[in-house]
């Protein structure tokens, strides 16, 4: 079977997106660890399927690499690009994802993503616990750089307080100018990203216990991000927007 695909980087977050608008493919959970293998296939963090919606303007599946699934930030962001690039949309859009509807404006290969509100957030010692539609485990650390962000995120992600799922996990250092420096272990991925959507917004959220406002400033591996939100009580969040670049990188005829 021969699919057409388009490789997506959104800060160096990468993804294999495929036109599903016809209903034509469907994947086992071989097949796209398969696709996402980088030596054996395409090569990507997940696998994204753009398909037709009833009443938005196009619906999003996306699968971790290991053929698990969640809401990616980040894949959103490039599935906005290429839906526009298929002439789905034009400056706006809503469409529906893992967690629901979510919109975004889209300005010069720049996605402001609308995420969903988040109700609570919790104290996991001196950590954090905030579910932005994939779950995340924040810690501040004061060297991020030279953390051993594989070793101890894989030690979080499968620890006896997130089991059975597992969760992703963040390092964050606070830096000047309301800007953070985030690095995340991703669940699914099993290993570092270099960005991730949820992670950013959830690593910014909890930088607003630490004295950050919005918008906060955020650095990782493959760029750089901003997130914007309101304060609520008992540390709920709404108007929460996830901002940033996505490019296509090529295209191509994958053969399964």
């Known amino acids: 079977m021969k699919i057409p695909f388009h490789k997506y980087q959104a800060t160096g977050n990468d993804f294999v997106l495929i036109d599903n608008r016809g209903g034509n493919y469907s994947?086992?959970?071989?097949?796209i660890e398969q696709i996402c293998d980088r030596r054996f296939g395409v090569g990507a963090d997940g696998l994204i399927l753009i398909e037709t919606h009833p009443t938005l303007d196009f619906n999003l599946v996306y699968y971790n690499s290991d053929g698990s699934q969640s809401l990616c930030g980040n894949g959103s962001r490039a599935a906005v690009v290429m839906a526009a690039s298929l002439g789905l949309l034009k400056d706006k859009t809503v469409f529906n994802a893992y967690d629901g509807v979510h919109q975004a404006d889209l300005n010069r290969g720049i996605v402001r993503l609308k995420m969903n509100d988040v109700a609570e957030t919790k104290k996991m010692g001196a950590d954090h616990f905030i579910d932005t539609g994939s779950p995340h485990h924040l810690c501040f650390v004061p060297d991020v750089e030279n953390y051993p962000v594989f070793e101890e995120g894989k030690k979080i992600r499968y620890s006896t307080a997130y089991a059975p799922n597992g969760t992703n996990v963040n390092f964050i250092q606070l830096l000047a100018n309301n800007t953070i420096y985030v690095r995340t272990y991703e669940r699914g991925v099993e290993n570092e990203t270099y960005s991730c959507g949820t992670g950013v917004t959830a690593a910014a959220l909890a930088a607003s216990f630490q004295g950050y406002t919005s918008p906060v400033h955020v650095k990782v591996k493959g760029g750089e991000l901003k997130v914007e939100f309101k304060s609520g009580q008992g540390g709920a969040f709404t108007d929460i927007y996830l901002i940033g670049?996505?490019?296509?990188?090529?295209?191509?005829t994958l053969e399964l």
Do not use: H, I, L, Y
């Open 245 to 252: 670049p996505a490019k296509m990188v090529f295209e191509g």
């Open 27 to 31: 994947f086992t959970k071989t097949q």
